[in-house]
């Protein structure tokens, strides 16, 4: 089992950054594939972005492509999501997660962590 806990979240102005971090705690970070998903509200979660194990392999949804950059640092065991160019329809609760086969599916997510807040006032 693996813990999961995001921060980094907060207000900022349509145009500017954040950077999202994912602590992960328990088994072996190293060994899951990481993805980021939000809600909105009113809205279904959707998928963001995903990493495999190794970082070779990254995938984005279309609505964040060339805006949204994804690393891990499998030596801390920390999961990032870089958020450049924000805009109000970004506003949502993201939440990091851990699953044993890459994938953009939230079913296919094992461990979640409680979310973060990101707001991007226009």
């Known amino acids: 089992q693996v813990q999961l806990v995001e921060s980094g979240g907060g207000l900022v102005q349509a145009g500017g950054s954040l950077r999202l971090s994912c602590a992960a705690f328990g088994r072996t970070f190293s060994s899951y594939a990481m993805g980021w998903f939000r809600q909105a509200p009113g809205k279904e979660r959707e998928f963001v972005g995903a990493i495999n194990w190794s970082g070779a392999r990254i995938n984005y949804a279309y609505t964040v492509k060339g805006r949204f950059s994804i690393s891990r640092d499998n030596a801390n065991n920390t999961l990032y999501l870089q958020m450049n160019s924000l805009k109000p329809e970004d506003t949502a609760v993201y939440y990091c997660?851990?699953?044993?086969?890459?994938?953009?599916?939230?079913?296919?997510?094992?461990?979640w962590g409680q979310g973060t807040q990101v707001t991007v006032s226009s």
């Open positions: 997660a851990a699953a044993a086969v890459f994938g953009t599916l939230g079913g296919g997510y094992d461990y």
